[in-house]
């Protein structure tokens, strides 16, 4: 399966921004799905009496969850949903009839998704930018942390297909992943990943499992390396785990693929 | 195998002991069976397809019978390599289905129903412009083809309503033209009427044979509507319960299980009397209208006496409905089973 060569990926992908572009309730829907939990926590942090050990001030807190809906989104994947319902409806035997490599579709659906979204979070983010400004300080940012920070939205990216590809692929065998995917994707991503709280204000012990686990590098680890908290060893460590986690998990996934094929029934009879 | 398949020939699907078998779940009912099943499972094995042996040369259409259940499906699924065999072999194109080659996934299509092809969301364009780059096909073909398509199966008018929003005619003739496109060299067609009024049928049969005049694909056909395949097929491949009960002309299958023809007769007045001892019986009579059932080689004979009464205001003959006698070997396949 070499998702490299296949032809017609440009035109799998525009047809994937032609369909979401099709559905714009869905869109916006989607839109507030990643507004709303960050900003309720952001007000929840913002409201609450701060620790003495906790390293993060009401202006860390406002930079955190101001860019909590946009590394959500570019490292969202929906892929768990879409398979299921492919192995359910039977549409996974059209993608399977094609010369083009099937999962590679489900890797296009999620840059046209977590793309578009962009055309509701940016206008979002940059008012309640204006709107928190002085209270956000943001003169660390160099050339070189900024290329760090858009390389880590891609390995986290990444992680997180894997990591809710290897799961959706369990469709094969399991009627509903959802509330696999709710259990071993969904309820660690949100606590070690760094949606409900920062990982940073983690004890040391958790904030070390974070560390290890794959969740830490799908959120939190760009904001970290945004806010500069990160030194330059920290996040080359953090880039060499993640892209190990990419690494088992694909070869997890296509494990899973190749045995979820031969047990694999489609619809009819 | 059947006679016409003994000269030399180039087969494109070959299968040898072909078998698949499924597990299925069992259960009886109550909530008490439920308790016990959910920690002691009950499986059946399902022999779906059983020892298929098949060989379907290049450019026939091939008709693929059998009632529901009895495995078509399954054998078309592992023929274009969405199942593997649990045992047996396959060959189809000089391929292994199931490895799911690209060239050969570029050779087939599979139409099964009408949400195989298409994009849900979009129009119908908007796939064929997919297909159109994921098979390679340069712009003069792909111009030329879609041109061809859409004149023989008249879908210009829906070519940029979004998929969803089509009538079921509508959307089988665009599945069609998508599986088409990239003219394969096999096509199976499960059920590809289903649903459809009878001028929809006769529209997509005719396309079907037109097309089939032009291009020559072997095209191995499942439908439960026998029009389809007395009009498309002239061999027909009959399974029950996953076993091949039999393989040959359309016409030796009529005259195996039915050595008689029906001959229908209106009379203009009096009666007309045929009797078993010359090989006909009367099956049926309505006022002046009779049908007989009458042996072949007694046909010309019966004809001929019914044309000498000079009587006859209108005569036909014509097989037993190809619905009947699948029905009738079915059952006597059961019988002997």
New interface residues.
């Given amino acids: 399966m070499n998702i490299f060569a296949?032809?017609?990926k440009?035109?799998?992908l525009a047809?994937y921004f032609?369909?979401i572009l099709?559905?714009r309730g869905m869109l916006l829907i989607h839109g507030l799905r990643l507004l709303l939990l960050p900003m309720v926590l952001a007000s929840a942090w913002l409201s609450i009496e701060k620790t003495p050990g906790n390293p993060y001030g009401d202006s860390d807190y406002l930079l955190y969850y101001l860019l909590v809906p946009l590394i959500m989104n570019l490292t969202d994947s929906r892929i768990v949903f879409k398979f299921s319902l492919a192995v359910k409806d039977?549409?996974l035997?059209?993608d399977?009839?094609?010369?083009?490599p099937p999962l590679l579709g489900y890797l296009l659906e999620s840059i046209a998704n977590n793309a578009l979204q962009l055309v509701y979070l940016i206008p979002f983010s940059f008012a309640f930018w204006l709107f928190v400004r002085d209270r956000i300080v943001l003169t660390h940012l160099q050339p070189s942390l900024l290329l760090f920070f858009l390389i880590a939205i891609i390995v986290g990216w990444l992680a997180r297909l894997v990591v809710s590809g290897s799961i959706a692929l369990f469709s094969f065998w399991i009627e509903d992943v959802t509330t696999l995917n709710l259990v071993l994707n969904g309820g660690i991503w949100a606590l070690l990943g760094g949606m409900i709280v920062p990982v940073a204000t983690f004890p040391e012990k958790i904030r070390y499992i974070a560390g290890l686990l794959p969740y830490r590098y799908m959120l939190s680890f760009p904001i970290e390396i945004f806010s500069g908290r990160l030194s330059t060893a920290e996040i080359y460590q953090g880039f060499v785990t993640a892209i190990m986690w990419i690494v088992l998990f694909s070869v997890i996934m296509r494990i899973i693929w190749k045995s979820g094929?031969?047990t694999?029934?489609?619809y009819?009879? | 195998m059947p006679d016409m398949n003994e000269q030399p020939q180039k087969y494109v699907i070959l299968t040898h002991a072909l078998n698949r078998e499924f597990k299925v779940r069992q259960k009886t009912e109550g909530l008490a069976a439920s308790i016990r099943n959910f920690f002691a499972p009950d499986y059946k094995t399902v022999n779906a397809v059983n020892q298929l042996e098949m060989q379907i040369g290049q450019g026939e259409i091939v008709g693929f019978l059998g009632p529901n259940g009895a495995g078509k499906t399954t054998t078309l699924k592992m023929l274009s390599g969405l199942l593997v065999p649990t045992s047996g072999t396959i060959e189809v194109l000089g391929h292994t289905p199931f490895s799911r080659n690209h060239n050969f996934l570029r050779s087939i299509s599979l139409v099964m129903g009408q949400k195989q092809n298409l994009w849900w969301d979009l129009p119908p364009i908007e796939t064929f412009a997919i297909h159109r780059r994921i098979y390679g096909l340069s712009d003069q073909e792909y111009n030329e083809r879609i041109r061809e398509l859409v004149e023989m199966l008249e879908i210009a008018d829906c070519l940029e309503t979004q998929t969803r929003k089509l009538s079921l005619g509508q959307r089988m003739r665009c599945e069609l033209a998508v599986s088409l496109l990239h003219q394969p060299k096999i096509l199976f067609l499960d059920e590809p009427t289903i649903g459809l009024d009878i001028l929809m049928q006769k529209k997509i049969r005719n396309f079907l044979l037109d097309y089939h005049r032009r291009f020559k694909p072997a095209i191995l056909l499942t439908s439960h509507y026998m029009d389809d395949v007395a009009a498309l097929a002239q061999r027909v491949i009959v399974i029950d319960h996953g076993t091949k009960v039999f393989d040959g002309y359309l016409s030796d299958l009529t005259h195996k299980l039915h050595p008689e023809k029906i001959v229908s007769v209106v009379l203009n007045n009096g009666e007309f009397a045929c009797k078993p001892e010359e090989g006909c019986r009367l099956i049926h009579q309505d006022g002046q209208h009779y049908r007989f059932l009458v042996e072949r080689n007694r046909v010309p004979e019966i004809a001929a006496k019914l044309y000498a009464t000079g009587n006859i205001a209108d005569l036909t003959i014509e097989d037993p409905p190809l619905e009947d006698l699948i029905g009738q070997l079915f059952k006597s396949e059961t019988r002997n089973s």
């Fill in positions: 296949a032809s017609g440009l035109e799998v047809a032609k369909i099709t559905y039977g549409s035997n059209r399977l009839l094609k010369p083009f094929l031969k694999y029934t489609a009819g009879g």
